[in-house]
């Protein structure tokens, strides 16, 4: 049972890509082990494997902790690191997260940080603690109308989705290339886009058709939405009564556009009651962040902290000082 678990461990950790150092090598090697619980031959992992770097690093490292324990590594490990070895370097990749209901999101991402003069294109911690604690309140989401502002590549919205069951989900980005891999990404994991919505601004059904949107899987779009620039008429249509984000305070000249797009969003309300907020964010910069909850009190917008958990099921390292913070416009 332990050694399932430790098998588990290690193939959850591989195919989501995370550091190295996070595995747990100090356990006795065993050749039953690979056998058992495969990593790098995990089905999903052949499908849609991680980065050919990381591969290459992950075999070279278990392969060394077998001998130095007088293990003799099985014959697979060495075809796959030779496998790998004559591998070309792809600019993409794949990462793979396991839902608490074991179904698994993957997810189609860049290699490097900054691609396309973008961020866009990677997962960052923050978005996988937003969805560990909106899977733990997933009553918040159930049946309502929730709109993401700077969705990246989608790995937030989709386990929402497949998660939580929301009524509708509008994922929303600014930059081409983002658009286009958080479309493909939300493909991928068998989620079906509206196709006369796509990129588009309406979300909330009406009539009949809300009827029966409610009764069946949630109504996704993808939008294109420009904080700067995007009017309080164009947001009329959306009406969400979530709206989340993560990630997205890391830049003090943004800060100022997201707030604004708050304002616009609670203004547009129809019932005059405005969304519910929360903001994941990873403090990388003490003064960006301070400044953000400055900006928010001098618009008038109250907040609270919500913890982020430690015990998540996406993070495998260790944890990033990550904030969950609820608005009130």
């Not at 029966?212 to 620039?229: F, H, R």
């Not at 547009?268 to 907020?277: F, N, T």
């Amino acid at each position: 049972m332990a050694e399932a678990g430790l098998g588990t461990r290690f193939q959850r950790r591989f195919l989501a890509a995370r550091q190295l150092c996070s595995f747990p090598w100090q356990v006795r090697c065993s050749t039953a082990g690979p056998r058992r619980a495969p990593t790098i031959l995990h089905p999903l992992g052949v499908k849609y494997p991680p980065p050919t770097k990381y591969r290459r690093s992950f075999l070279t490292q278990l392969i060394k902790k077998h001998e130095s324990v007088g293990a003799e590594p099985l014959d697979e490990l060495y075809d796959a690191l030779a496998g790998v070895l004559n591998e070309e370097e792809s600019t993409r990749c794949y990462k793979s997260y396991f839902l608490p209901s074991g179904e698994p999101v993957t997810l189609c991402e860049s290699v490097a940080i900054i691609s396309g003069g973008t961020t866009g294109l990677v997962t960052w911690d923050a978005a996988l603690q937003l969805a560990q604690w909106a899977i733990e309140n997933s009553a918040l989401f159930h049946d309502r109308t929730v709109l993401e502002l700077g969705s990246g590549i989608g790995f937030t919205g989709i386990a929402v989705c497949k998660s939580c069951r929301p009524k509708g989900y509008m994922f929303s980005d600014c930059h081409p290339s983002v658009l286009q891999a958080l479309e493909e990404n939300i493909r991928l994991n068998g989620l079906g886009l509206e196709p006369a919505t796509t990129r588009g601004i309406q979300m909330e059904p009406r009539g009949q058709e809300a009827e029966a949107t409610s009764s069946q899987n949630p109504k996704l779009i993808v939008a294109e939405l420009d904080w700067g620039s995007v009017t309080e008429n164009q947001l009329s249509d959306l009406q969400p009564d979530v709206v989340i984000a993560a990630d997205v305070v890391y830049d003090p000249e943004i800060i100022l556009a997201l707030i604004g797009m708050l304002q616009k969003l609670s203004a547009c309300r129809a019932d005059g009651k405005p969304p519910e907020v929360y903001v994941a964010s990873t403090i990388r910069n003490p003064d960006t962040y301070h400044l953000f909850q400055a900006e928010l009190e001098k618009a008038g917008i109250g907040w609270q902290i919500i913890p982020a958990h430690s015990n998540s099921s996406f993070l495998y390292d260790v944890q990033p000082n990550v904030t969950i913070l609820q608005l009130f416009i």
